[in-house]
Nanobody
Framework: VQLQASGGGLVQAGGSLRLSCAAS????????MGWFRQAPGKEREFVAA????????SYADSVKGRFTISRDNAKNTMYLQMNSLKPEDTAVYYC?????????????????WGQGTQVTVSS
């Protein structure tokens, strides 16, 4: 499985960005896809995840109500709509995927990772 993340950029606080993660190599119908982020000097942290089959979602408390994760199975693509962005959202955002139907907020269980896309929110 290859993952390609895109959509990052520079935005002012309060603004919005939409990240995309396109998968290739196999259908991810029975996979969980997730977004993680890593700020300089900090550990990689969970942002959101979605079951590609069924569409159930999970969010970190820090982004709940501001970010929305979604997927398009026909395109094998996952999205992260980020609204009301804050400077503390600044990080490199990574998409990841693993086979299965259980939630995990840890990065360890994810088998495949994209290259990351930079999100910078200015105050």
């Amino acid at each position: 499985v290859q993952l390609q993340a895109s959509g990052g950029g520079l935005v002012q606080a309060g603004g919005s960005l939409r990240l995309s993660c396109a998968a290739s190599g196999r259908s991810l119908t029975n996979y969980v896809m997730g977004w993680f982020r890593q700020a300089p000097g900090k550990e990689r942290e969970f942002v959101a995840a979605i079951f590609m089959s069924g569409g159930s979602t999970s969010y970190a408390d820090s982004v709940k109500g501001r970010f929305t994760i979604s997927r398009d199975n026909a395109k094998n693509t996952m999205y992260l709509q980020m609204n009301s962005l804050k400077p503390e959202d600044t990080a490199v955002y990574y998409c990841a995927t693993r086979y299965g139907s259980t939630w995990s907020r840890g990065a360890g269980p994810y088998d495949y990772w994209g290259q990351g896309t930079q999100v910078t929110v200015s105050s």
